[in-house]
């Protein structure tokens, strides 16, 4: 039979297990108020302070007026100066960069780059990124960005490396082409967009060392960034890379074909590909022979035409339909065509090239 002080005792227990669960329910309810009143106050604040910010950076004398937005919410104040970072450049840079000194807000990112808090360390890394690409700033916080450069945090060594690419030199550049080959496809696209500018730079050295890689995942990975560049850039021995015995790598580089500078011989390899087995790669180098308006490929084209495959016969005839007048005339040709696939590429392809043409 339970005693009256074992009742005692389970009372005690419930009701302290029902005072603890009060209190975390209200220590909750309070960090949920105060999130919204903070998430509140952010609406309400920055719209003003990219205002003032704005007025400042055309050189308006309004510190004193950004200082007390600094004393009513420091975060605030970090993410305003960060929005700025993809419109401005040379002087107005650095005059917002400078901020982050007067406001002595770059000393507590440093102090936050320490912390256990992941998402502390990566807005606080992420703020550096951006003000250190000014010397003074790059005095006070790059040598935490060049240690974060190997961190743990794939998110932080991005922060680092962008940092990297916007203020280091064309050996560091190089560098940072090099790491990013070897990281996640996010990571690499992201890194590809900050590199982009750097992209004649490049190809001058650490591009063609990539492509001449032995190990295929570089390559390919460098092939990749290329093509995401959308630049004309001068890529020698393309033909290599077109035949090479990864089929990955040969899609990409005929990917990259139109935005390269080509030899006969990359020509040529075009057209074997075109001409090969693999119907993947005869769509791919289709589509890039239509690119590149090789008309020496028309009759190669007029065969794919009448392969029998759906895809390579639309791409075949959208090819010619980039060629005229022989490309017209080829398509002309195979609209009486007996093949359902064959009539029907050529004659939809020709109609939307007549009718682009009369626009």
Same mark, same amino acid.
């Given at each position: 039979?339970?005693?009256?002080?074992?009742?005692?005792?389970?009372?005690?227990?419930?009701?302290?297990?029902?005072?603890?669960?009060?209190?975390?329910?209200?220590?909750?309810?309070?960090?949920?108020?105060?999130?919204?009143?903070?998430?509140?106050?952010?609406?309400?604040?920055?719209?003003?302070?990219?205002?003032?910010?704005?007025?400042?950076?055309?050189?308006?004398?309004?510190?004193?007026?950004?200082?007390?937005?600094?004393?009513?919410?420091?975060?605030?104040?970090?993410?305003?100066?960060?929005?700025?970072?993809?419109?401005?450049?040379?002087?107005?840079?650095?005059?917002?960069?400078?901020?982050?000194?007067?406001?002595?807000?770059?000393?507590?990112?440093?102090?936050?780059?320490?912390?256990?808090?992941?998402?502390?360390?990566?807005?606080?890394?992420?703020?550096?990124?951006?003000?250190?690409?000014?010397?003074?700033?790059?005095?006070?916080?790059?040598?935490?960005?060049?240690?974060?450069?190997?961190?743990?945090?794939?998110?932080?060594?991005?922060?680092?490396?962008?940092?990297?690419?916007?203020?280091?030199?064309?050996?560091?550049?190089?560098?940072?082409?090099?790491?990013?080959?070897?990281?996640?496809?996010?990571?690499?696209?992201?890194?590809?967009?900050?590199?982009?500018?750097?992209?004649?730079?490049?190809?001058?050295?650490?591009?063609?060392?990539?492509?001449?890689?032995?190990?295929?995942?570089?390559?390919?990975?460098?092939?990749?960034?290329?093509?995401?560049?959308?630049?004309?850039?001068?890529?020698?021995?393309?033909?290599?890379?077109?035949?090479?015995?990864?089929?990955?790598?040969?899609?990409?580089?005929?990917?990259?074909?139109?935005?390269?500078?080509?030899?006969?011989?990359?020509?040529?390899?075009?057209?074997?590909?075109?001409?090969?087995?693999?119907?993947?790669?005869?769509?791919?180098?289709?589509?890039?022979?239509?690119?590149?308006?090789?008309?020496?490929?028309?009759?190669? !084209?007029?065969?794919?035409?009448? =392969?029998? /495959? %759906?895809?390579? &016969?639309?791409? @075949?005839? #959208? *090819? $010619?339909?980039?060629?005229?007048?022989?490309?017209?005339?080829? !398509?002309?040709?195979?609209?009486? =065509?007996? /093949? %359902?696939?064959? &009539?029907?590429? @050529?004659? #939809? *392809? $020709?109609?939307?090239?007549?009718?682009?043409?009369?626009?």
């Amino acid at each position: 039979m339970i005693t009256d002080l074992e009742l005692a005792l389970t009372g005690v227990v419930l009701a302290a297990l029902l005072a603890g669960c009060l209190m975390q329910f209200l220590v909750t309810m309070t960090r949920a108020k105060r999130a919204r009143a903070r998430a509140k106050l952010s609406i309400e604040l920055q719209p003003q302070i990219r205002e003032e910010l704005a007025n400042f950076l055309a050189g308006a004398n309004n510190l004193s007026t950004i200082q007390d937005f600094v004393k009513r919410s420091r975060g605030d104040v970090a993410d305003a100066m960060l929005s700025f970072q993809a419109t401005v450049r040379g002087g107005a840079r650095d005059r917002i960069c400078q901020l982050s000194i007067d406001l002595s807000l770059i000393d507590e990112w440093c102090e936050d780059t320490r912390r256990k808090d992941i998402a502390r360390r990566r807005t606080a890394f992420e703020r550096l990124a951006f003000v250190c690409a000014y010397e003074p700033c790059r005095r006070i916080g790059g040598g935490l960005l060049e240690t974060a450069l190997n961190d743990t945090d794939a998110e932080v060594r991005f922060h680092a490396w962008r940092w990297l690419v916007k203020s280091g030199t064309i050996n560091d550049i190089e560098k940072m082409f090099e790491a990013a080959l070897s990281q996640s496809l996010l990571v690499r696209i992201l890194l590809t967009e900050e590199l982009r500018r750097h992209a004649m730079r490049l190809c001058e050295r650490a591009v063609v060392w990539a492509l001449q890689s032995n190990e295929s995942s570089q390559v390919l990975a460098a092939l990749e960034m290329l093509v995401t560049w959308e630049r004309a850039v001068p890529i020698p021995d393309l033909s290599r890379l077109i035949e090479h015995n990864d089929r990955r790598i040969r899609i990409q580089a005929l990917r990259l074909a139109p935005l390269v500078p080509l030899e006969k011989q990359d020509h040529a390899a075009i057209v074997r590909v075109l001409t090969g087995e693999d119907a993947e790669l005869a769509v791919e180098a289709a589509r890039t022979v239509g690119q590149i308006r090789l008309q020496a490929a028309c009759a190669d !084209l007029a065969r794919c035409l009448r =392969s029998g /495959d %759906a895809l390579l &016969a639309r791409t @075949a005839a #959208e *090819a $010619l339909a980039q060629m005229p007048p022989i490309g017209w005339t080829t !398509l002309e040709e195979m609209v009486s =065509s007996t /093949d %359902a696939i064959t &009539a029907g590429a @050529a004659g #939809e *392809a $020709l109609d939307r090239a007549q009718r682009k043409a009369k626009v």
